[in-house]
């Protein structure tokens, strides 16, 4: 074993997004086989990021990718899963990405293609698919723009544990190879599948070439560093899920107190409006007992109170 982890995000930019040759070739590789288009040139617009990870007050390590015709993509690893949604955290990701373009003088029909791709060690939608693309779509399923080249914002997620890992080698496709090396490049030459990838695939040999370079024990330290910005960042997500769950007991209290006070409240009008109808009743008896004595006829009384003969006969009688 060693300590190299693609799973592990400081490591996974690292190897892709280092300014250098040999990862920007392993991340033109990756963005080819995922996004299934030729990539011949990609600039990463924060690799500052790697270089500079200790001054973090987030570990959250993205790569922003930038490829010749000008799409940009938002290239991240997911490791876990949290209460906050993940699709709608990216899509929000997504929005905010496409809205940084300036647009300032030009027409909206300039504006580039936007992508955010993520990786997760989770599984997220209830399906066989390991690799998703969603677009902006009408209910029915029928796309916003009619041609597929104009419709510029999507996020693409791809589920790792969706791969068989016990599939055969040779019935992997490239993507699926290429997920079970992340998964388990930690083992290294320990695990057959990866011996038999690195000593006859091109692809994996450019990045097993990679991480040898995060396998020593400087780079062990390095990681298990950003492992702790990892679990501080874990402390305050939960302390904020902590204060959203007592701050929705509260709202949830206070909604049950109004829902008594407006149950209190009808039912105060219900005994009110009862009340009312009773001393309603007992004026209208009265005033037919004082007619009925003064010697009206029961049928002078029903035509002055609007009651018929019966009524009046059982007012005078209770």
Known sequence: MRSANLLNDFAFKYVFGEDCKEANDALKSLLTVFLKRKVNHVVVKNSEMVKDYTKMKSPRLDLLVEFDDQTTVDLEMQLRQTKD???????YYLARLHGSQDMEGKSYSQLKETIVMVFFNLIIADDDDICSLYTMRKY???????????????????????VDLNKPLEDMNEQEKMIYYFLNCHKGLDDSKIKVMIESDGMIQMLEKRVETISDDRW????????????????????????????????????????????????????????AILEADKKVKQMV????????????????CSLNVDEIELLIKS
């Open 140 to 162: 029915s399923g029928i796309p916003l723009v009619k041609d597929e080249k104009e419709d510029r914002m999507k996020l693409m997620t791809i589920e790792m544990p969706k």
């Open 220 to 275: 062990k330290k390095i990681i298990e560093d950003f492992q702790k910005l990892h679990e501080n960042e874990e402390r305050i997500e939960l302390q904020l899920e902590l204060e959203e769950a007592q701050r929705q007991m509260k709202e949830a209290r206070k909604d049950k107190e109004e829902a008594r006070k407006d149950k209190e409240e009808a039912h105060k009008e219900k005994e009110e409006a009862r009340k």
């Open 289 to 304: 007992c004082k007619m009925y004595e003064d010697g009206f006829t029961l049928e002078q009384i029903s035509a002055y």
């Open 85 to 91: 949604n993940l699709l709608n955290r990216f899509n």
